[in-house]
Structure formats: C-alpha cells, structure tokens
C-alpha cells in the first residue's frame, strides 16, 4: 500500500517540529549545493543539472518517501554509471534510462519487492561500494591534476590509458589547490560541519583567490561557460522501440543501483532515529523521482547517507527537511548560480575525493582474515568487476556466487538421523510404522541440494539390524523385507 510518511507527520505537525525542520533543511541544503555541482560535473553535464536534481529530489522524496528524515539528491554511487551511459548513449538515451529506471523503481514497489534488498549479501554491498569509491576518484584525477583532456572515456582501461598518456601536462597549481582543499576536509572537525559545513567553506575558500588572481586553474566557467539563474522547461524525449531494446540494461543498473542506496539509506536512519520505513512507498517514490527530473535536465535520484545523517544530527523532525532542503538549493540556482562560474574545478575534484574516501568501507579488505575464503571472493569478484568492468556485471556475478555459497550451507546445514520409536518424538506425525521398520528425520531444507546427502544416509547401515529394512537385508539374509524405511 502506497503511504507517503509526510501525510503521518502533518497530523502531528507543530510550530516547533516546523523550526527544528527548518533548521536542519537549511543546513542540509548548504551542504548539497557543493555536493550537487560536484556529482553533475563528475557524471559529464553541467553544474546547474546537478543543483535541479537536488531540488527535485528534496520535494518528490520529501512528499511522496516512506521515510521520516532521508534526504535524496544526486549522489557519488551514481556518478561512473551515468557517465559511462552518457559516452556510451548520449544525454538524450541517458533520459530515457533514468525515466525507465523510474518506472522499474514503481513496479518494484508496487509489487512489494521492497523487503528483499534486505536478502542482498554484505560481501557484494561493500564490493560494489568500495569499487564505486575507487572510480569516483580515477574519475577526478583529470580536473586534480589540471589536464587538458577533451574526452574522458567510459571505461577503466581507456580511463587509465588517457590519464597516462597526459600525465606530462600536469598543472602543479590545481595539483597543489586539490591537496589544500582535500586535507582542509579531512582535519576539519565533524562537530564545526554542524554549524559550518566543511564542502561549502572549502567552495568559498578555494574559490576566492582564483577569482582574485590568474592561477591559471580551471573553474566551471572556463569549461561550461556562463550560468544561468532560472528553472529549466520540461522536455518529452522521443522514444523508439529500437532504443528501449538496447537501454534495458543500463535502466535495470540505475533502478538497482537506486534501490539498494536509498533502502540502506533509509535502514541507516532508521537505526539513527529508531524509527521504521516503509520500503514499499520509498521505492515508488524513488521511481517517481527518477521519472520527473530528467524531464528538468536533471540526473538520476536517490536518498544520500551522508546528507540524511546530517540532517538527523542537526534536528529535523519529519519530510519538511527534506523540502526545506530543496528549497535552500533552489534559491541558490535562481540567485547565486552565476557565481558559480568561479568555483575551481580542483576544488570540486577534493570534494568529491573526501566522499569517495568516506564512502568506502576500506576496513573490510584488512578484517578479510576472520571470514570464510567463499565470503571474500563474492567481495573481492564485486570489487575487481566494478572497477574493471561494469557494475550490473558485479552484482550479477556476486549474487550468484552468494547464491551458490548459500546452497553450499543449506547442504553442510542437512542432518538425518533414524527414529525407532514415534511416539516419543513431540513434533513427529501421528503415523504408526509398519513393526520392524524405523523412521528417518531431516533436519535442515528439503531441496535438490541434499538430494546426495538423503541418498548416502539411507546407505548407512541402520542402527537395528531388523527384517524389514533393505540395507539389513542385504547384509544378513536372501529374504527380501516386506517394507523399508
């Protein structure tokens, strides 16, 4: 059943949860402003994109979610497989993904299929997760080290192979500028970020001396141009039966991708908050997202951990905050988005290395030695085919190797003991067995993967030699029995 959490809260709204979500939106906003510029640029568009997808993001997500306090907006997750859609297909096959990637979010939730990202194995979240990380940061090596790439490529090794061959070109100062902007976040205490968020006054700061000096840096005008404040009108790519056939995969990886990111998202707040989501109502509300802000030129949606958690630490109360947020970012596009043009692309490179440094769980690789060897190879094969390859390819591959680790257990897990007497046995059934006979329990699933391990139990010799059973039989006498097991 579709029920947005904002039409809950609005009965038990109040003038003080309306200060404390005012508050916290504001705030949360500030922070995304950097954060929405730096993803739009790190997935191949333009910096204003970024800034209306966190505006649609907070009043679809804010209206529509099943959450009480997520905040959803661009995000880095999404950023290596919207630019390898983007120069692979083109901005306006790129629409079209994201608007089907919508609609599988709706069915999805529609068919409450919301509980079972819940069954996707943490070997293959932290595989995929770290290997996002570590692309999000090739991805930044470009604008880090200043070179003058015209087209970056799609994939790793091309990736890779480009990032080589300019290597000479280094521009020292945007090196040098990157280093100072990323260590400035890092020592940057996380208790100042409540008042004074590091990524907007790491913007502000970085920003002012290159629009005072000529660095020779580069700066969103240099590469996108002038600005412009306003909102963009809506536009209805046209679609044909040819393209949707090629774009069902790429739709399918924003769709997952999507999912499981806000449903984390939203168990991680919940955790926060001791509250309790509803998985159902968030995914449609993500498939709803996801539909209008392509129609705005804006990227794919979905709910930010980071910016969630911030917007708990700083006392929101219900959706609100999420609105609030969104119109914090979208006074900022209509009034200063101009300003913009200043802003170094170092800068926003430091950024986006913080989050892929703080997104990534990297303690998992050095805690490996405590798991069983099958466990690190789904996380290591997720890791490698994320970055090597492509991420729908990683997941499909770790899933099944968890696939194939869980029958393994289900099999290990398999016992069988013989039972001489029924009625002593409380949860047995009342079926009286033949005299001389014995019956055998299963303990575990009863499924093909033990089919071997039943075959080998009734093999074993029984613990009474009697008449009626067939391997006592063919141990002690020419007679045939007249029942089995």
């Given amino acids: 059943m579709f029920s947005p959490r904002l039409l ?17 939106g504001v705030t949360v906003g500030i922070i995304a402003v950097p954060l929405a510029m730096a993803f ?34 661009p995000t880095g997750a999404f950023i290596v497989v919207l630019y390898g859609i983007l120069a692979k297909f083109g901005w306006a096959n790129l629409v079209i993904c994201t608007i089907m990637a919508g609609a599988i979010l709706i069915a999805m939730g529609a068919l409450r299929l919301g509980g079972l990202i819940k069954f996707v194995p943490n070997s293959v979240i932290v595989g995929f997760t770290n290997g996002i990380a570590v692309l999000i940061a090739l ?15 799609g994939e790793f090794f091309g990736i890779v192979k480009t990032l080589w061959a300019n290597l000479p070109q280094t521009h020292w100062s945007s090196l040098a500028l990157t280093a100072a902007c990323f260590v400035f976040l890092k020592l940057w205490p996380p208790r100042w970020s409540e008042r ?25 005008g240099s590469r996108f141009g002038e600005i412009h404040a306003g909102w963009p009108t809506p536009m209805i790519p046209k679609v044909t039966l040819e393209q949707l ?35 159902n109502t968030e995914l449609m509300a993500q498939g709803a997202a996801n539909i209008v802000s392509p129609l705005f030129g804006g990227l794919a949606i979905t709910s930010a951990i980071a910016r969630t958690s911030a917007n708990i630490r700083n006392g929101a109360r219900t959706p609100v905050a999420s609105i609030v947020h969104a119109l914090t970012i979208l006074a900022v596009l209509l009034i200063a988005a101009p300003l913009a043009r200043h802003v170094p692309l170092p800068a926003l490179a430091a950024i986006l290395l913080w989050v892929a440094f703080n ?84 303990r575990g699933a009863l499924f093909f993967g033990v089919a071997d391990r039943i075959r080998e139990a009734l093999a074993v010799p029984c613990p009474r030699r009697v008449q009626s059973c067939s391997t006592c039989w063919r141990s002690s006498t020419s007679t045939p029995p007249r029942s089995r097991h």
């Fill in 196 to 220: 004074v968020p590091s990524p907007f006054l790491v913007l502000v700061l970085a920003t002012l001396p290159v629009a005072s000096f000529d660095t020779g840096i580069a700066t969103i």
């Fill in 245 to 279: 056939g090629s774009l069902i995969a790429p739709a399918m990886t924003i769709a997952l991708l999507a999912a499981i990111e806000s449903l984390l998202c939203a168990v991680v707040a919940d955790k926060q908050t001791r509250d309790r989501h509803d998985p």
């Fill in 40 to 73: 739009a640029i790190g997935s191949g568009v333009s910096p204003e994109q970024g800034l209306v997808t966190g505006v649609i993001a907070g009043v679809v997500i804010g209206v529509l979610g099943g959450t009480r306090l997520c905040v959803a907006g």
């Fill in 359 to 442: 997104m990534g769980e990297w303690h998992a690789f050095q805690t490996m030695g405590r798991y069983k060897p099958m466990r690190n190879l789904i996380l290591l094969a997720t890791f490698a085919l994320t970055v090597l390859f492509d991420l729908t390819v990683a997941v499909e591959v770790g899933l099944l190797l968890a696939t194939v680790l869980l029958i393994k257990r289900l099999t290990e897990a398999a016992r069988f003991e013989f039972v001489q007497d029924l009625a002593r046995e409380p949860d047995a059934p009342s079926l009286a067995l033949p005299a001389g006979s014995l019956g055998v329990r299963l």
């Fill in 8 to 24: 809950v809260e609005l009965r038990t709204y109040s003038l003080e949860k309306f200060r404390a979500d005012v508050l916290a």
């Fill in 139 to 153: 991805s930044q090596v470009e604008d880090l080290l200043g070179l003058p790439i015209e087209r970056m490529p």
